[in-house]
């Protein structure tokens, strides 16, 4: 009798900085959702917006937060992989994505849930230098939560606008291979790092 084994994709959290409807960094991680392997499920966060500015009275009057802030909790204690794609700010990460981290740093009933965690940050500018200071300060406050960050490769898109086109598709084609890179870069340092993944009994042997 033939067995079977089917082993469960990664999943990994997409967090974008930008809460721009119309934003290079959004458009980013979609471009590499559509284009993960079978392997990864790449799951774009649209929420961040819910998000309020880190109060800690609001820790205080309720242990989980306030809602928006447990439904990104809950999204990323469910995935196995955060990618994050910034913009840049005045040289440095956006507020609203610090802000966001600055929650996901606390302890909470569901536990620290970007210590351990694998991570890999990228980002696209509108300009010519590619975020590559908001990532060196996102990457820093990373480490300082205990999450693992992906060291290479990395991927600084400067001159967004000129790679896409009028529908939001990510149409340079060495920007696309770049991505594929990365994406499958980060599928391996999730291997390296998380625990192996659970593996459903082959159904002969669930069968005797
Ligand atoms: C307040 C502000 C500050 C910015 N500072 C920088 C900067 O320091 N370096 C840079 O390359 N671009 C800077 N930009 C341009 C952004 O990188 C650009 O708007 C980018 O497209 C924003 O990302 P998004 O398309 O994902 O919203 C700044 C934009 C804003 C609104």
Redesign the pocket.
Known sequence: MTTFHTTPARRVLCL?????R???????LQAAAAQAPATLQLDVYDALGSVPLFDEDLERDEAAGPAGVQALRAALAAADGLLI????????M?GVLKNALDWLSRDSPVGDVLAQKPVAVL?????????R??QASLRQVLHACGALVMPAPTLFM?N??SRFDADGMLTDLAAVQSLQDFVLAFECWMARLAPPLARPEPLAAARR
């Open positions: 974008a900085g930008s809460l721009r119309d934003s290079w960094n959004r458009r980013l794609a910034t913009p840049e700010y005045n040289h440095a956006p980002g696209a500018s509108s300009g010519p230098w590619g975020t200071l908001a400067a967004a606008a």
